[in-house]
Structure formats: structure tokens, C-alpha cells
């Protein structure tokens, strides 16, 4: 086959992947079910509705996962008051959820999820790689408005916090209890 027809034959499967990649923003979020560590009840996702949630995929192990919770616990002490819920899922079997609360001075929910239950919340393509942590954004309405992958270093960067604290406090401030803002656009993850 010539140089031309391969060419020809793989535009229209590259730009079929561009469509692919990546998750519809905003949606509503799917309510998934948090499996808490020392016997306490499984946390409900859908109990936090009103709330502005942010909710971090994690690996325990993962610096990068580790370093966005201790941010994210930052700005939970800050806007905790106002109307702002922070929640861990990690995805590794038998990752030490309570050990990982502790080392990082989280005091948001950590529990545990299956990698299929974060792969159907991000809608993320399952044979794309997952880099952690994936970090979705949940308005008072129950949608999710944004979302990051751990790739996303426009956003986990050196402006992670002032990133985070921006995003919080929009959907905070948002009109319509919370209610997309404009201009927010799809987030690749």
C-alpha cells in the first residue's frame, strides 16, 4: 500500500479517536457508592447534593495523588463552611485509606472504589492510560462541570491550589444553586 492510501485510510480513525477522547462536560454525575475503611457505612456520592464536590481518584502510593490531597485539604478548611465537600476514592486494592488520611493530614472522606467505578464516573476510555489523580468537580445541581487527569499540568502545576481555589469558588459563587458557569469547556481526561 502506498504512503497516500495509508494516509488516507487512518485520517478518518485519528479523527474518530479525537471524538472519543475525553468526557462530556458538563453531565450529570452517575451516584457511586464509597466503601469506608473501619467498618463504617459505604458514603453515597448523592448525599453530598447542594454541595460543591470535588472528588479525587487516587492511588495511596501516588506522590502526585498525595500532593493534590493535602492541597485539596487546604482549600476544604477554607470552604468547608460555605458549602464545599471534598471526597477520596482510591482506586488500588487494599490501599491504606486510614494510613493515608493520616500521613497527609486529610480530614475529608477517603475511602475506596474499584478502577471501573472511577473509569465510569471520569468517562474515561478504558484502554487509555489513567493518570492519577483524576479529579472531577461536582456543582450544587449534581453535575459534573469540570474535570482533570493527572496529566493536566496546566492545573496540577505550580498553580494547583490557585487552580483549585478558582474552580471552588466559582461553583460557589455560581448562579441557579450552583449551575455550570459559562464558558467552562470540555476538560481532556
Do not use: W
Amino acid at each position: 500500500m502506498r504512503r497516500r492510501d495509508l494516509l488516507q485510510a487512518a485520517l478518518p480513525m485519528v479523527a474518530g479517536a479525537n471524538l472519543l477522547e475525553g468526557a462530556t462536560v458538563p453531565r450529570q454525575a452517575p451516584d457511586i457508592l464509597i466503601t469506608m475503611p473501619n467498618s463504617l457505612p459505604p458514603l453515597r456520592l448523592s448525599q453530598f447534593k447542594g454541595k460543591v464536590i470535588a472528588v479525587e481518584f487516587i492511588l495511596t502510593y501516588c506522590s502526585h495523588c498525595q500532593r493534590a490531597s493535602r492541597t485539596t485539604e487546604l482549600v476544604y478548611r477554607d470552604y468547608a463552611g460555605q458549602g464545599f465537600q471534598a471526597v477520596a476514592a482510591a482506586i488500588n486494592p487494599g490501599g491504606d485509606v486510614v494510613g493515608y488520611r493520616r500521613d497527609h493530614n486529610v480530614t475529608f472522606p477517603v475511602g475506596s472504589v474499584s478502577q471501573d467505578t472511577c473509569i465510569f464516573f471520569m468517562q474515561h476510555m478504558p484502554m487509555a492510560r489513567l493518570l492519577m489523580p483524576q479529579v472531577a468537580f461536582v456543582d450544587r445541581n449534581f453535575n459534573i462541570v469540570e474535570q482533570h487527569a493527572g496529566d493536566d499540568a496546566a492545573f496540577f502545576g505550580e498553580a494547583e491550589e490557585k487552580n483549585l481555589r478558582a474552580v471552588v469558588e466559582r461553583l460557589l459563587k455560581a448562579p441557579g444553586a450552583g449551575a455550570p458557569a459559562k464558558g467552562v469547556t470540555k476538560k481532556k481526561g
